[in-house]
């Protein structure tokens, strides 16, 4: 194996630029009334008495 040159090595080297880190960022959390949203399609809670709705994967 044979010697790699100093500027061979600076060639073959990725050109990203390093930069600062940046804050972190993410979704913002929902102010939300009952903790979900809720959907005009759904179940009302009162008609949900001897309801059995089964979890599907």
């Known amino acids: ?3 790699m040159s ?3 090595e600076r060639r073959a ?3 990203r630029r390093r930069r ?5 960022t993410g979704p913002k959390r929902d ?3 009952f903790g979900y949203r ?3 399609n759904g179940l009302n809670p009162d008609s ?3 309801r059995f709705i ?3 994967r």
């Open 20 to 24: 600062a880190p940046s804050p972190k």
């Open 48 to 50: 949900l008495a001897g």
């Open 13 to 15: 080297v990725s050109h």
């Open 6 to 8: 100093k500027q061979g």
């Open 31 to 33: 102010n939300l009334e």
């Open 38 to 40: 809720i959907h005009l």
């Open 1 to 3: 194996m044979t010697r």
């Open 54 to 56: 089964p979890k599907v």
